[in-house]
C-alpha cells in the first residue's frame, strides 16, 4: 500500500466541511432508511446531482456514507412496528419486533447497531485489502477480458433472488439497449435518436436514475391509502450487556463473513445477504426454537450481514468497474459523471480517492451509532409523517435534480418517462436494479468490444483465445442457466419424492 496514497486520501476527508457533509449524508440515510417505501438507492440517486459541484473524492464518500447508514435505518421501524424501512431489515423484523412487543425495544436495537458497525467495518477493512490487489490483477486485463467480466457481470443479474430470473435479464437487456441510444462510438453513426439533436450524445445516468428509483416509487406509493400507524412508545437505545455480546459475538462474525462475500458478488446485494444471514444465525444456534420469538441471534445475524454487504458491494465496483448492487450501480454512474475511470485505472490514477471512499464509509459507520443513540426515538416518530407531504417532497427534489443537473429541460422529460415506465414495470415484476445495471455496463460492454474487435481485426473468435476470457465465459454460462437448473432440479425432486413415498417406520 502507498501510504503517501493514504495520507492523502485521509486528509481529504477530515476537514470540517467534509466531515459536516458526510454527518448530514449520515443523517439523511438512517432517516430516509427508517421510512417505509423509500430507500437509500432513491436517496444517492437523488443526491447525486447536488453533488456536481463538490470535490469527486468528497462527493463519491457523501453516497458512500449514506449508503452505509440507510442500511441500518430501516432496522429501526423493522424492531419498532414491524415496518422494514428498507428491504434487507424484513429479516431482522422476524426477531426485532417480538423483542419489542416485550418491552425489549431499546436492547433489539443495540444489538442491531453493534452488530451493524461490526459488520460494515469488517467488510470494509476486506475492501481496502482486497480492491487494490484485485485492481493490481486487473491492469493486466486487455479489452478482450473487460468484455468477459463485465458480460459475467450482467449474467449475474439472473441469480438476483426474490424476483424471476428472465425478468431481471429482460430489464438488464433493456439497460443495455437505452446505452446504445446516441452516437455510435466507432462507425459515428445515429443510433434511436429519432433524428433529435438532443440525444445525440445518449441518455444520461442522473435523470434515468431518478425517474427509476423516485418517481416510479412515488406513482407506486400513491395508490396505497393511508393506514393508521402504530404510535412508538418512549424507548432508547441500549448497547447489550457482555451477555448479550457472548451470545452474538459468533454469530456476528459468521455474519459479516457472509455478507462480505455476498456484497462482493455482482448483483447480490445486502438483501441477499441479509437473509442468509439470518439462515446461518438460525442452523448454527444452540437455541433455534428461540427464532420468531424474540432472539437476539436473529437480529444479529441479518444486521452484521447486511451491513457487511455494503463494503463488500464497494470491491467489485471500484476494483473492477462492475457494481455490486443497485445503489452501487448509481456509485459508479456518479464516478463516471466526475470524470474518474472506474476499475483499476481508479486505483492507479487516483489512489487518494478510493483511500477517502474507505475513510467516509469507517467514520459513517460510527456516526450512525452515534446518531442511533442520540436520535432513535426521533427517527422513529418520522414514520408518522403522512405520505400527503412526504412524496409531493420527494416530487420536488426530483424536479430540482433533474434539472439542476445540466439545466436541461429534457433531462426533466427524461425523468417522468423514465419513472412512468419504470412505475409500470414494477407492476409487472421488473425491478429497477437489473435496468440500471444494463445502463450502466451497458456503455463498458460495448466500448470493451469495439476495442477488441478493432485489435481483433474483426475476428470474433480471438476472445477464446484468453484463458481468463474463457473462465468467465464458463461462469456466464454457469450463471444464466443456474437458476433454471435449480428449479429445474427442484420439481424433478419432489416428483421423485412424490413418486417413491418413504415408508413409514411400521412398514419398515
Same mark, same amino acid.
Given at each position: 500500500m502507498?501510504?503517501?496514497?493514504?495520507?492523502?486520501?485521509?486528509?481529504? @476527508?477530515?476537514?470540517?466541511?467534509s466531515?459536516?457533509?458526510?454527518?448530514?449524508?449520515?443523517?439523511?440515510?438512517?432517516?430516509?432508511?427508517?421510512?417505509?417505501?423509500?430507500?437509500?438507492?432513491?436517496?444517492?440517486?437523488?443526491?447525486?446531482?447536488?453533488?456536481?459541484?463538490?470535490?469527486?473524492?468528497?462527493?463519491i464518500?457523501?453516497?458512500?456514507a449514506?449508503?452505509?447508514?440507510?442500511?441500518?435505518?430501516?432496522s429501526i421501524?423493522?424492531?419498532l412496528?414491524?415496518?422494514?424501512?428498507?428491504?434487507?431489515?424484513?429479516?431482522?423484523?422476524?426477531?426485532?419486533?417480538p423483542l419489542a412487543?416485550?418491552?425489549?425495544?431499546?436492547?433489539a436495537?443495540?444489538?442491531?447497531?453493534?452488530?451493524?458497525?461490526?459488520?460494515?467495518?469488517?467488510?470494509?477493512?476486506?475492501?481496502?485489502?482486497?480492491?487494490?490487489?484485485?485492481?493490481?490483477?486487473?491492469?493486466?486485463?486487455?479489452?478482450?477480458?473487460?468484455?468477459?467480466?463485465?458480460?459475467?457481470?450482467?449474467?449475474?443479474?439472473a441469480?438476483i433472488?426474490?424476483?424471476?430470473?428472465?425478468r431481471n435479464?429482460?430489464?438488464?437487456?433493456?439497460g443495455?439497449?437505452?446505452?446504445?441510444v446516441? @452516437?455510435?462510438?466507432?462507425t459515428?453513426?445515429?443510433?434511436?435518436?429519432?433524428?433529435l439533436?438532443?440525444?445525440?450524445?445518449?441518455?444520461?445516468?442522473v435523470?434515468?436514475?431518478i425517474?427509476?428509483?423516485?418517481?416510479?416509487?412515488?406513482?407506486?406509493?400513491?395508490?396505497?391509502?393511508?393506514?393508521?400507524?402504530?404510535?412508538?412508545?418512549?424507548v432508547?437505545?441500549?448497547?447489550?450487556?457482555?451477555?448479550?455480546?457472548s451470545?452474538?459475538?459468533?454469530?456476528?462474525m459468521?455474519s459479516?463473513?457472509?455478507g462480505?462475500?455476498?456484497?462482493?458478488?455482482?448483483?447480490?446485494?445486502?438483501?441477499?445477504?441479509?437473509?442468509?444471514?439470518y439462515?446461518?444465525a438460525?442452523?448454527?444456534?444452540?437455541?433455534?426454537?428461540?427464532?420468531?420469538?424474540?432472539s437476539?441471534?436473529?437480529?444479529?445475524?441479518?444486521?452484521?450481514?447486511?451491513?457487511?454487504?455494503?463494503?463488500?458491494a464497494?470491491?467489485?465496483?471500484?476494483?473492477?468497474?462492475?457494481?455490486?448492487?443497485g445503489?452501487?450501480?448509481?456509485?459508479?454512474?456518479?464516478?463516471?459523471m466526475h470524470?474518474?475511470?472506474?476499475?483499476?485505472?481508479?486505483?492507479?490514477?487516483?489512489?487518494?480517492i478510493?483511500?477517502?471512499?474507505?475513510?467516509?464509509?469507517l467514520?459513517?459507520?460510527?456516526?450512525?451509532?452515534?446518531?442511533?443513540?442520540?436520535?432513535v426515538?426521533?427517527?422513529?416518530? @418520522?414514520?408518522?409523517?403522512?405520505?400527503?407531504?412526504l412524496?409531493?417532497?420527494?416530487?420536488?427534489?426530483?424536479? @430540482?435534480?433533474?434539472?439542476?443537473?445540466?439545466?436541461?429541460?429534457?433531462?426533466?422529460?427524461?425523468?417522468?418517462?423514465?419513472?412512468?415506465?419504470?412505475?409500470f414495470?414494477?407492476?409487472?415484476?421488473?425491478?429497477?436494479a437489473?435496468?440500471?445495471?444494463?445502463?450502466?455496463?451497458?456503455?463498458?460492454?460495448?466500448?470493451?468490444?469495439?476495442?477488441?474487435?478493432?485489435?481483433f481485426?474483426?475476428?470474433?473468435?480471438?476472445?477464446?483465445?484468453?484463458?481468463?476470457?474463457i473462465?468467465?465465459?464458463?461462469?456466464t454460462?454457469?450463471?444464466?442457466?443456474?437458476?433454471?437448473?435449480?428449479?429445474?432440479?427442484g420439481?424433478?425432486m419432489?416428483?421423485?419424492?412424490?413418486?417413491?413415498?418413504?415408508?413409514?417406520t411400521?412398514?419398515?
Amino acid at each position: 500500500m502507498d501510504v503517501t496514497s493514504i495520507l492523502a486520501g485521509i486528509e481529504l @476527508i477530515l476537514t470540517p466541511t467534509s466531515l459536516l457533509l458526510i454527518f448530514v449524508s449520515v443523517v439523511i440515510g438512517v432517516l430516509v432508511g427508517a421510512l417505509p417505501g423509500l430507500s437509500s438507492s432513491m436517496a444517492v440517486a437523488l443526491l447525486l446531482p447536488f453533488t456536481i459541484g463538490l470535490n469527486p473524492a468528497l462527493a463519491i464518500s457523501m453516497m458512500a456514507a449514506l449508503y452505509c447508514a440507510g442500511t441500518f435505518g430501516g432496522s429501526i421501524t423493522a424492531i419498532l412496528i414491524n415496518t422494514p424501512g428498507a428491504p434487507p431489515a424484513v429479516a431482522s423484523s422476524f426477531d426485532g419486533y417480538p423483542l419489542a412487543q416485550r418491552g425489549e425495544a431499546g436492547r433489539a436495537l443495540g444489538i442491531a447497531a453493534v452488530a451493524s458497525v461490526f459488520g460494515g467495518i469488517f467488510s470494509l477493512i476486506i475492501f481496502i485489502i482486497a480492491a487494490p490487489l484485485l485492481a493490481k490483477i486487473a491492469l493486466k486485463f486487455r479489452p478482450q477480458e473487460y468484455f468477459a467480466l463485465t458480460l459475467f457481470g450482467l449474467s449475474m443479474l439472473a441469480a438476483i433472488s426474490g424476483r424471476s430470473a428472465l425478468r431481471n435479464l429482460i430489464a438488464g437487456a433493456l439497460g443495455v439497449l437505452v446505452s446504445t441510444v446516441g @452516437i455510435a462510438l466507432v462507425t459515428g453513426t445515429e443510433r434511436f435518436t429519432f433524428g433529435l439533436p438532443v440525444l445525440y450524445d445518449g441518455i444520461d445516468f442522473v435523470p434515468v436514475l431518478i425517474g427509476i428509483f423516485a418517481i416510479s416509487e412515488l406513482l407506486g406509493q400513491s395508490q396505497a391509502i393511508d393506514k393508521v400507524k402504530e404510535r412508538i412508545k418512549s424507548v432508547a437505545l441500549r448497547l447489550p450487556s457482555r451477555a448479550d455480546l457472548s451470545r452474538v459475538k459468533a454469530t456476528i462474525m459468521r455474519s459479516s463473513v457472509i455478507g462480505t462475500l455476498i456484497g462482493i458478488l455482482p448483483a447480490e446485494g445486502t438483501t441477499v445477504a441479509a437473509i442468509m444471514g439470518y439462515n446461518e444465525a438460525k442452523r448454527w444456534s444452540k437455541h433455534p426454537e428461540e427464532f420468531g420469538k424474540g432472539s437476539i441471534e436473529g437480529i444479529a445475524g441479518p444486521e452484521a450481514a447486511n451491513n457487511a454487504g455494503t463494503g463488500g458491494a464497494m470491491v467489485p465496483t471500484l476494483a473492477l468497474g462492475i457494481p455490486g448492487s443497485g445503489t452501487t450501480a448509481i456509485i459508479l454512474a456518479a464516478l463516471m459523471m466526475h470524470g474518474l475511470r472506474p476499475g483499476p485505472y481508479l486505483m492507479r490514477e487516483t489512489p487518494e480517492i478510493l483511500y477517502a471512499i474507505f475513510t467516509a464509509m469507517l467514520l459513517a459507520n460510527f456516526m450512525f451509532l452515534i446518531v442511533g443513540l442520540a436520535g432513535v426515538k426521533l427517527f422513529s416518530l @418520522i414514520t408518522l409523517i403522512p405520505r400527503t407531504f412526504l412524496w409531493p417532497a420527494v416530487f420536488a427534489f426530483a424536479l @430540482i435534480g433533474a434539472y439542476a443537473y445540466r439545466q436541461n429541460p429534457m433531462d426533466v422529460w427524461v425523468m417522468l418517462i423514465a419513472g412512468i415506465a419504470g412505475f409500470f414495470a414494477l407492476r409487472q415484476g421488473f425491478g429497477p436494479a437489473p435496468f440500471v445495471m444494463g445502463l450502466v455496463l451497458g456503455g463498458l460492454l460495448e466500448k470493451s468490444w469495439s476495442q477488441s474487435m478493432i485489435i481483433f481485426d474483426s475476428n470474433w473468435l480471438r476472445f477464446f483465445e484468453s484463458p481468463i476470457c474463457i473462465v468467465f465465459y464458463v461462469l456466464t454460462v454457469l450463471s444464466l442457466t443456474g437458476p433454471f437448473i435449480g428449479k429445474r432440479l427442484g420439481r424433478m425432486m419432489q416428483g421423485a419424492m412424490r413418486a417413491f413415498p418413504r415408508k413409514s417406520t411400521l412398514e419398515e
